[in-house]
């Protein structure tokens, strides 16, 4: 079973950044496409990025981070990264670092692994 690490985040003023990371213990099928989901106090959790580990298609965006959030990777180290730039208010929340074995399960049902939630708070 394959293990993510999720780090980084912390608490910024609107327009800031923040950068998180999440490590896969292993390459397996279930790391395949590997991105975060957040979950804001009262509010469902929603899906946030993902792309495929080691390239291959387009990265996934939610709406509401379009353009502000960007998805790379470290192949050698198993870790990607989202920056998250002109962060607002509503994007506060516990970020969970998650995979799934494809880009139509991410998109389609919930991930098959999920990492621990870090908590990205942003100030007005």
């Known amino acids: 079973q394959v293990h993510l690490a999720g780090s980084g985040g912390g608490s910024v003023r609107a327009g800031g950044s923040l950068r998180l990371s999440c490590t896969a213990s292993?390459?397996?099928?279930?790391?395949?496409?590997m991105g975060w989901y957040r979950q804001a106090p009262g509010k469902e959790r929603e899906r946030v990025a993902g792309?495929?580990?080691?390239?291959?298609?387009?990265?996934y965006y939610g709406d509401s981070v379009k353009g502000r959030f960007t998805l790379s990777q470290d192949y050698a180290q198993n870790t990607v990264y989202l920056q998250m730039d002109s962060l607002k208010p509503e994007d506060t929340a516990t970020y969970y670092c998650a995979s799934s074995s494809s880009r139509t399960r991410w998109l389609t049902r919930p991930p098959e692994v999920w990492g621990q939630g870090t908590q990205v708070t942003v100030s007005s």
């Open positions: 292993d390459h397996t099928p279930a790391a395949n496409y």
């Open positions: 792309i495929y580990f080691g390239g291959g298609g387009s990265p």
